[in-house]
């Protein structure tokens, strides 16, 4: 049986990524999440980015889209707005904000219980169904995925806090004179 030494690594970076609470990065995504009102998961900054909700969506998605693969689905893929950022309404309520949040915690839960199926390291070397990379890219890809998207929530939690203390954005109107409201269209910003 070949080790598993380099499983292990992967899964200890993944969940230190998600939830740890030392990691070399600074903060978790749980951590960046705590505080996040329902208000603020529903808001834009500028026109044409995506709000806190929304990359909670896209997270989720491409931990679902890891596991699929890992189940061997060839056929699994992200390929609309709607599939990889959501169709999130423009007020975002407590009950929808949890369920983010929620989905958020069990795809990781998932993903995990996926890679924990594993005996070896063997397979990190094999092509990923329906994909020309391997697990291991993949599941590395998956790790910066959530360091890049966390970092982004961190600037729009501490931009959505600035707007919200008397900041010069209180109109919801920038210098351009456009407006912060959710008035978007999917397929300019991804």
């Known amino acids: 049986m070949v080790p598993n030494d380099e499983l292990i690594r992967i899964i200890d970076l993944l969940n230190t990524t998600y939830e740890g609470e030392e990691a070399w990065h600074g903060p978790s995504v749980v951590e960046v999440l705590r505080g996040v009102t329902p208000d603020m998961a529903g808001r834009r900054i500028a026109p044409n980015t995506h709000s806190i909700a929304e990359l ?43 369920a983010l949040e929620m989905e958020l915690s069990l795809s990781q839960e998932e993903l995990i219980n996926e890679l924990d199926k594993r005996d070896d390291d063997e397979f990190l070397e094999d092509i990923v169904p329906g994909r020309d990379y391997t697990y291991y890219d993949m599941l590395h890809g998956i790790i910066n995925h959530d360091l890049y998207h966390t970092g982004q929530i961190m600037i729009l939690r501490k931009a959505l806090t600035f707007k919200g203390a008397g900041s010069q954005f209180d109109d919801d109107v920038d210098e351009y004179g456009s407006s912060f409201d959710s008035s978007h269209e999917h397929d300019d910003y991804y």
């Open 56 to 98: 909670v969506f896209h997270m989720t998605s491409w931990r679902i889209f890891c596991v699929k693969k890992m189940q061997g689905d060839a056929t699994f893929d992200i390929t609309t707005p709607d599939k990889n950022f959501g169709a999130l309404p423009d007020k975002i309520d407590d009950f929808e904000w949890e």
